[in-house]
């Protein structure tokens, strides 16, 4: 399992990277203390996970979040910060991040959001996400009980990070499909963003958060 833990401090590095490496078998981390360090590594090296600082003193993790999802199609991002500001919080899933930690958690909070992000799954914590829920709940207008078969499958699918492709053959059908349906969905749901799927599955109960 590799890692790219990026953080502007050395002691948060040093004190993450001991807890990763020593609960997490076969885990081997590599730091970064700033946007370029994780570039660079990022284009030497595949990364199973990157745990990324919202705050890089004078970088913003979510500019370089953003950078690294679209330039890195398959990468798993997982922010962590000292403040939990929902709006930031709602960005960076928006951005394309795949889940959020508060610097400020137990240490088994974070094992468990990099072991669910590594398996593919989004993770937020409880109070979390219903915060984040409830913040964009003007979005979420759709109810899902509407869908079809086909459509709530690739719905929940989405909702739980596929990409279209994994969509397509975890269903046999093909990826054009899958962006016709999505488009439909949007339109039918009134959303916009993946994120906004994450949303609308948990409010109406599709997925569990974690607790």
Known sequence: MEILLVDDH???????????SSVLEGA?????????????????????LIIL???LGTTSGLTLAEYIVQRWE????LM?????DISIIDRAMKLGAMGYVSKQSEPDVLISAVTSIIKGRRYLEHNTAIELATFNLSHSGGNLTDLTQRELDIFLS??????????????????KT???VITQLKRKLELQTNAEFVHL?????YIKIAS
Do not use: P, Y
């Not at 398959?74 to 991002?77: G, L, M, N, R």
């Not at 962590?80 to 939990?84: E, H, I, R, V």
């Open 178 to 180: 899958v962006s016709n």
């Open 80 to 84: 962590f910060s000292m403040f939990d």
């Open 74 to 77: 398959h990468a798993k991002v």
């Open 28 to 48: 081997v981390v590599t730091n970064a203390k700033n946007a370029q360090q994780a570039t660079n590594a990022l284009r030497a090296n595949h990364f199973d």
């Open 158 to 175: 989405i909702a739980n990070g596929l990409c279209r492709k994994q969509v397509a053959e975890s269903l046999n059908i093909s990826e």
């Open 201 to 205: 599955a948990i409010k109406q109960g």
């Open 53 to 55: 600082d919202i705050n």
């Open 10 to 20: 050395a002691i948060v590095r040093e004190g993450f990277s001991t807890l990763l």
